[in-house]
Structures are given as structure tokens and as C-alpha cells.
């Protein structure tokens, strides 16, 4: 008896917990909150106006650096010419050789020079013995003292002449006068040296300088001494200037030749190889003040450069005369808008005159720009 009152018990307990879940279950269904209306992008824009983010207008520094490339050569270069016109004998150094100071480059023809050296030694020894007897006889009253001061005279003539003959056969060696690199030679064996055409040019590898070619656009805006700089081959830029422009352009190019002088510390600058290509950039424009915004604020159309004024919350559109754009993305406004205006950043490429906007985290002058 009392198992069929337990058995009792327990079905009506599942009943009642059956009532209640389906119980719970209807009260859902029939109270289930209406979900609301989604609301589109095109409602949005409507209400608020198109969202954007704004740039507030400050005046800045400025520089625009010219990039440009050109060639790593030497810059102490010394020319090496014959010191009188015979014929090449001999070469001891070629290009891209290392040479030091004195060192023999090549020699000339010095079979006539030899010969007169050896006519002049003779005769130099001749009256040092003749010199020496009249000496002698003077001495025993043979001689008078006017024939030994002719002889003395003599003698003294044939060592000058000696010498300078044995000066003028040295010279037929030709030499570095500098530690440096051969960076040119144009002596060749049985070549007929000239007084006025250099056998050999001998760089400093010390000391550097680098070659561009400069379009005639820019000609007028690169001056002597102005700042330039040339990217190492770690990366790292260094500090150069302009050291000439030359007057003219080239006959066959049509391009001007400009000469940087690159700075190094302690005269040397390992990283630099003559002959080798580096990038390099002259500073052609610079301003303590002048107004310049993100280039992508503005808009340009057959020519027409536009920005859009932000105006409370519509979007003003402003013909502006802009100038260069750096490399840090920023663009030189030369006339059309000033300092404390704020112009359409983002979304500035979908604007148009009278657009209302939504301004979405405005910008301040010197924060990067964020591009959509």
C-alpha cells in the first residue's frame, strides 16, 4: 500500500512540472516583444548627414624635398701630366688601381736624356781633374791664379749643367701626386705624351661628391649652397648641399649637371663607392609658415583644385590654389583657405557643394591623417 501512494505521488508531480513548462511556453509565444524596424544607411545619412571626419586649418612649415638620383665619384681629383713630350715606355698602374703618394705611374722614352747626363758627367769629371792639376801647378808656380779661377769657373758651370740634367731625367717617371684610386688613364705604350692632355686623373678615395642630372623645369628653383641630403645604403639619410650648377645644359641630353658635396665625418665615408647610384633629394621650396592639410581633403577636376569647408553641418565647396605635395602626404594651399577653417578629411571624395555632413572625429593639425 504505501508503494502505490509513492507511485501516485510521483506522477502527479511530473504532471504539474509538464503544466508549468508548457505553460511557460505559451506565456512566451503570446508575449514575444515586437522587434523594431531596421533603419537603412540612406535613413541615417538622411537624419544626421553624411558621415565624415574633418582637418582643422593651421599654418605650418614647410619643405619640398626634389627627389632626384645621381652618381657617387670623387671629388679631390688631381690630373697627372708628362713633363715634356717623349714617347711611353712603360705603365705600372690601371684604372681602379691604388696608388700612394710618389708611387711610379709610367715612364717615358729617356734613352736622349741618358745620353746627355753621360756627355755631361764626363765632362764634369774632366775638369774636376783638370781643376784639381791647375791646382797643383799653381801651387809649384806653373799656373797662374786667372787660369785656376777658369778652370774653378768651368767646373763649377759642368755641375749645375749635371745636375740639372740628372733633375730633368727623374722627370721621365711619372708619378702619383696624392694617395688616391686611378679613376682615369690615358697613356698606352708608344704613345707621344703632351704637355697639355693628362696621362692619368688620380681620385682621393676620401673624399666625395655626387653627380645629377637635373630636367630644366627645376634649373631656376636649385641654387648653390642649398640643402640636399642622399640615402645610405642602410637607409639612413645624410646631410649634403649643393655645391655647383653648371650654366649650361648638356648638348645631347638637354639635362643640366648639378654637383652635391656630401659631408662626412672626418673626411671619410665608408659607405659611399665611387661609381655607385644613390637616391637623393634637394630641398627646392621651404616656408616658417604657410597653410597645408592632408592631400586627400582635396579634390582636383580638369585642373580645379577643391576642398570642402565644413560650415556647422553642411559641407562648403572652395577653389583653392594648392601647391606641391611632400612626402609626408601633405599639401602646400598656397591661396583659398585660413587658419581655423576645417575642411572635409574623409569623405571628402564623395562630397559636393551643400552636402550635409555628420562630423566624425575631427582632426587637429599634426595628427596623421586617417584615410578611409
Known sequence: MPMKKRSNAAKIVIVMLLTGTFGLMGWRMFNRPTPSEAVSISTIRERNGMPVTSWSVAQSPWEYWLPLYGTVRTSGLSEVYASQAEYVTSLSAEVGDTVVHGQVLATLDSRKAVEKVQAAQARYNEL?????????????????????????????????????????????????????????????????????????????????EVAIDLSPRYISMVKNGEKARYLTPSGEWKA???????????????LYNVVLDVESQDGENPQLHVGASVETQIRIEHDDSVVVVPYESVREMEGVA????CSGDIAVERVVQKGRTNDQ????????????????????????????IWIQDPQEPGEPSRQS
Open 329 to 356: 602626404g601633405q599639401t602646400h594651399i598656397v591661396t583659398g583657405l585660413a587658419k581655423g577653417e576645417s575642411v572635409v578629411l574623409k569623405g571628402a571624395d564623395r562630397m559636393y557643394d551643400g552636402a550635409r
Open 240 to 254: 649634403a648641399t649643393v655645391k655647383r650648377v653648371d650654366p649650361m645644359a648638356n648638348a645631347v641630353t638637354g
Open 306 to 309: 577643391k576642398v570642402y569647408v
Open 128 to 208: 774636376s781633374l783638370r781643376y784639381a792639376r791647375t791646382q797643383e801647378l799653381q801651387k809649384a808656380g806653373g799656373s797662374s791664379k786667372q787660369e785656376v779661377e777658369s778652370v774653378f769657373s768651368q767646373y763649377k758651370e759642368a755641375g749645375a749643367s749635371l745636375q740639372q740634367l740628372q733633375t730633368e731625367l727623374t722627370r721621365h717617371k711619372v708619378v702619383s701626386p696624392i694617395d688616391g684610386v686611378v679613376m682615369q688613364r690615358e697613356a698606352e705604350i708608344g704613345l707621344l705624351a703632351s704637355a697639355g692632355k693628362p696621362l692619368f686623373v688620380i681620385g682621393d678615395p676620401k673624399r666625395f
